[in-house]
């Protein structure tokens, strides 16, 4: 699985604009909400909240992969977002977090959602690429540096 056969360029945010955890997941959900690709950001936000009481999806290194299962979609919908400032995710490193990957997959499909998770997790783990990311001028930049390093992996 390729992440640019799951992200779009119109589904980046290149600069979220929220402070916290509640605010970053309607944004990123929003966007995917206003493409189309989910029906109702107020459930969506529900559904990831949910997840989060689990244990957080902030992984640490700046990173969050905020993920969840939901009812009446029928494929995998992706966003990603950059925080300039850094947002308190409650990461299990306890510091901010600067990148975030959304993951919405239909309720019965464990095996694209789980294989999303892992090449996400695979890419984010190297700094550079993280740098990168934060570096970026732009989304098409974002998207351009994401399509990149996915072609490598």
Same mark, same amino acid.
């Given at each position: 699985m390729k992440i640019k056969d799951i992200l779009d360029?119109?589904?980046?945010?290149?600069?979220?604009?929220?402070?916290?955890?509640?605010? +970053?997941? !309607? !944004?990123?959900?929003?966007v995917l909400v206003e493409r189309g690709k989910?029906?109702?950001?107020?459930k969506v936000v529900e559904v990831l909240l949910d997840r989060e009481k689990l244990g957080s999806t902030g992984?640490?290194?700046?990173?969050?992969i905020p993920h969840g299962k939901?009812?009446?979609?029928?494929e995998l919908a992706t966003s990603f977002g950059r925080s300039i400032k850094? +947002?308190?995710? !409650?990461?299990?490193?306890n510091k901010p977090t600067y990148l975030f990957f959304l993951l919405v997959a239909p309720e019965n499909s464990a095996g694209i959602h789980l294989k999303a998770l892992a090449r996400i997790s695979r890419l984010l783990k190297d700094p550079s690429f993280r740098n990168r990311l934060m570096g970026a001028k732009d989304r098409q930049d974002l998207f351009n540096i994401i399509a990149e390093e996915d072609e490598k992996v």
């Open positions: 360029e119109a589904s980046i945010i290149q600069d979220l604009r929220s402070t916290n955890k509640k605010g +970053v997941l !309607e !944004e990123l959900s929003n989910l029906p109702d950001r107020d992984i640490g290194d700046g990173i969050a939901m009812k009446g979609i029928k850094g +947002v308190n995710f !409650e990461s299990i490193d």
